[in-house]
């Protein structure tokens, strides 16, 4: 089984997501959540099925991007890794991405 390696920044995304999801409709947060967590499994066993991003800047040559299935105004930013994926951002389709994707630290 591929490994899903979610990074802090990404896990932040994901609560943050739900929390600002459930404020109106606990369910319908459950159910992002959910759809994000399905397609990571999705995106480990076929990594290159998302789009890479494209980018001068050098650490991001290598990142990919995939929408969260049945939620695609949310964006999974994610880099294939030789057993797995590590997930970088799972952030809102329209959010300023560059500053986002930065290296953190």
Known sequence: MPSILITPAAE?????LW??????N??????VYQAAERTFKNLADMP????PYQSR??????????????????VVYYLEQPKGIKII??????MQKIPRLEPEG
């Open 12 to 16: 932040e995304d994901l609560i943050s």
């Open 57 to 74: 800047r050098v650490h991001l040559k290598d990142v990919r991007f995939f929408p969260v299935k049945d939620f695609h105004n949310y």
């Open 48 to 51: 290159r099925m998302g789009t």
């Open 19 to 24: 929390l600002y999801i459930a404020r109106d």
């Open 89 to 94: 951002r799972v952030l809102h389709a329209h």
């Open 26 to 31: 606990q369910d319908a947060a459950d159910r």
